[in-house]
C-alpha cells in the first residue's frame, strides 16, 4: 500500500491509498482523479495517462522503458520528469509518491 | 429536449460504452437520475484483457472494474446488473424491465453491445466449445487451459489469435481454422497477416486456413472439428472467434433505423431525439474515414461515444473525434493500429518485419489513412496525430529510417 498524491494542473490535490501491484494509472482511474484518462485501460496503447514524478520520488519510480518514451515524445508538455503512470507499479517503495497531471492528455 | 429539462437518463448496457457514459455524465456536472442497466452481474468492466492478462490469469476481476462497485452509489449513479431491458416504449418514453418494472427516461442511451455468433454448426452446443466475449466467458475457458489439451479456435481475427497466443504460453497444442486463406483478413493487409501467421506458425500454432468446419464432433463434451473436405481436427476445447453481432433486438423492437447496427447521426442521436446509440451496437459516421458509416468494435469507439452524448446531455463543448485507435497483443508484440484501412491503395514499411518491429502504413492516394504499427509506438503515436489533424508525409519519408518518427511528424503538412 502507498499513499499516492496527484496534483492537478489546477493545483488541487487527490490522496489515494493505492494497492501494491495496481499502477498509479489504475489508482487514479478508480477514484476518478480528473486529468488522467488512461483510455486502453493500462495496455501501453493511448498516451493518456501522463503524469511529472516529484523530482525527489524519480529514482525511486525508476526510468522509462524504450517503449514507454517512445509514446512520450508524443505527448504534450513533456518535461524530464515525465511518465506514463500505466507503467509505474505501486509498492510499498512508493509511499508518499507525488504526482503532477499536465493541462490536457490530448 | 433542451438540455436543462433533462432529468433522467437510461443506459441500457452496463459496458465499456455505457460505464463510460455514466462516469462521464456525472464528470460533465449532469446531476438528474441516472439509471445503468446491465445483463452481466458485474459492474463495468474492461474486455480487452479478457482474452490477453485475463485468460492467464495474471488478472484478477476487480483489476479489470472500470471503476470499483462502490463508487456508483457514491456518484449516485444507479447500476442495475444482471437485469435484461425487454421493451422500449418510445411514445411514453419508458423502459420495461425483466419483471415488468418500468423505468421512465427523458433521455435513453442505447450502449447495448454484441454478441458473440455462435458456429452454424452440428455440435455447436456441445460442452467445451466456447464462445468469447465477457469475464464468465473466460472465466468458463480459464480452467480448461491446461498445459498439453488441445485447443482449436475457429476464426483468425484478433480475439482468436490472442487466445491462441496465451493457450500457447500456457503449454497447449493449438490449432487455428479459417475459412479465409490468410489469417486477419477483415481487419489488415495480407503484409501484415503474413506477419502474424509466421509469427504464431513459429510459436508452434498449427494452422488450417481455407479450412471450412462441417461438424463439431463429440457425445457429451467436445472431441474435435471435422473439416469439410473429410478432414479431422481433435480437441479437448474449442473457441469460436467468427466475429460478433451487433445487439439491436430492442432497437428494433421500438422501430429505430438499424441496419449494420443502429444507425446513428454523427452525434450518436438515433432516428428518435431521445435516443443515442453508442459503442458496439451503433453505426455513425466516422470522421476520419471520410464520414463513411461504419460500425466499429473498440474500446476507442466506446470512449468516443461515450464523451459525444455526455457532451450532448449537458449542453457542453462538443467533443472533437479522435482518429480511431485499437491494439492487440500476442506474445510480446504490441500491435497498434490507428486510423481504418479499409480502402487503401498502398502500403508502406518502415523497419524490417523480421526484427520484429516495424510499422505498415496504409495510404489512399497521397493520403496517409492508417498504420499498423508492431513494437514501433512512435510510429502509432506519430500516425495517429498525422491522421488525426488530415496532414500527409511522402512515402520516401517514412521509409527512411535515418529519420526520427518525431521529426518526420513535426514536418509534416
Known amino acids: 500500500m502507498a499513499k499516492i498524491t496527484y496534483i492537478e494542473h489546477t493545483g488541487k490535490e487527490h490522496v489515494i491509498d493505492a494497492p501494491n501491484g495496481q499502477t498509479v494509472m489504475e489508482a487514479a482511474v478508480k477514484h476518478a482523479v480528473p486529468g488522467i484518462d488512461a483510455d486502453c485501460g493500462g495496455a501501453c496503447a493511448c498516451a493518456t495517462c501522463h503524469v511529472y514524478v516529484d523530482p525527489e520520488w524519480l529514482a525511486k519510480t525508476g526510468e522509462a522503458s524504450s517503449m514507454e518514451q517512445s509514446m512520450l515524445d508524443f505527448a504534450n508538455d513533456v518535461e524530464d520528469n515525465s511518465r506514463l503512470s500505466c507503467q509505474i507499479k505501486v509498492s510499498d517503495a512508493l509511499d508518499g509518491l507525488v504526482v503532477r497531471l499536465p493541462k490536457s492528455q490530448h | 429536449m433542451s438540455t436543462g429539462e433533462i432529468k433522467r437518463v437510461i443506459i441500457i448496457g452496463a459496458g465499456q460504452a455505457g460505464g463510460e457514459t455514466a462516469q462521464r455524465l456525472r464528470q460533465a456536472g449532469f446531476d438528474g437520475d441516472i439509471t445503468l442497466i ?16 485475463y485468460l492467464k490469469g495474471e488478472y484478477d476481476m476487480d483489476r479489470l472494474l472500470l471503476r470499483p462497485a462502490s463508487v456508483y452509489a457514491e456518484e449516485n449513479i444507479t447500476l442495475l446488473t444482471s437485469l435484461r431491458a425487454v421493451w422500449i416504449d418510445r411514445a411514453n418514453r419508458r423502459v420495461r424491465v425483466e419483471g415488468g418494472r418500468e423505468l421512465p427516461y427523458d433521455v435513453l442511451v442505447l450502449a447495448t453491445g454484441a454478441k458473440p455468433r455462435k458456429l452454424p454448426l452440428v455440435g455447436a452446443d456441445l460442452d467445451g466449445v466456447h464462445l468469447f ?50 489469417p486477419l483478413a477483415r481487419v489488415t493487409s495480407p503484409e501484415v497477416a ?9 510459436q508452434g500454432v498449427r494452422f488450417v486456413l481455407g479450412g471450412q468446419p462441417a461438424l463439431i464432433k463429440g457425445r457429451d463434451r467436445v472431441t474435435g472439428v471435422a473439416l469439410s473436405d473429410g478432414a479431422d481436427v481433435p480437441a479437448d476445447i474449442v473457441i469460436a472467434g467468427i466475429g460478433v453481432t451487433p445487439e ?14 443502429i444507425v446513428t447521426n454523427r452525434q450518436c442521436l438515433t432516428s428518435d431525439p431521445a435516443i443515442y446509440a453508442i459503442g458496439d451496437c451503433a453505426a455513425r459516421p466516422i470522421v476520419h474515414f471520410d464520414e463513411r458509416v461504419a460500425r466499429l468494435e473498440s474500446v476507442h469507439n466506446a470512449v468516443e461515444g461515450a464523451k459525444i452524448v455526455a457532451a450532448a446531455i449537458t449542453g457542453g463543448k462538443p467533443h472533437v473525434e479522435e482518429a480511431p485507435w485499437f ?37 489512399k492516394g497521397p493520403k496517409l489513412i492508417a498504420v499498423d504499427a508492431v513494437n514501433r509506438p512512435a510510429e502509432y503515436l506519430g500516425a495517429k496525430m498525422l491522421i488525426q489533424t488530415g496532414r500527409t508525409v511522402a512515402p520516401s519519408e517514412l521509409e527512411d529510417e535515418s529519420r526520427p518518427m518525431k521529426e518526420i511528424v513535426a514536418a509534416a503538412r
Open chain 2, 194 to 202: 503474413g506477419f502474424f501467421l509466421d509469427e504464431h506458425t513459429r
Open chain 2, 38 to 53: 446491465g445483463e452481466e452481474p458485474a459492474p463495468p468492466y474492461q474486455r480487452p484483457p479478457l482474452s490477453k492478462a
Open chain 2, 133 to 182: 466475449r465477457t469475464a464468465a466467458d473466460a472465466d468458463a475457458l480459464r480452467p480448461r487451459m491446461v498445459s498439453g489439451a488441445k485447443l482449436v479456435v475457429v476464426g483468425a481475427g484478433y480475439i482468436g489469435l490472442e487466445a491462441a497466443a496465451v493457450a500457447r504460453q500456457l503449454g497447449l497444442d493449438v490449432t487455428v481454422i479459417e475459412t479465409a486463406v490468410r
Open chain 2, 327 to 363: 491494439w492487440s497483443d500476442q506474445y510480446d508484440l504490441k500491435l497498434q493500429i490507428a486510423g481504418l484501412f479499409q480502402g487503401y491503395d498502398h502500403i508502406v514499411l518502415r523497419g524490417v518485419m523480421a526484427d520484429r518491429a516495424f510499422a505498415a502504413f496504409y495510404y
Open chain 2, 248 to 261: 439491436v433486438a430492442l432497437a428494433q423492437q421500438c422501430g429505430l433505423a438499424v441496419e449494420n447496427g
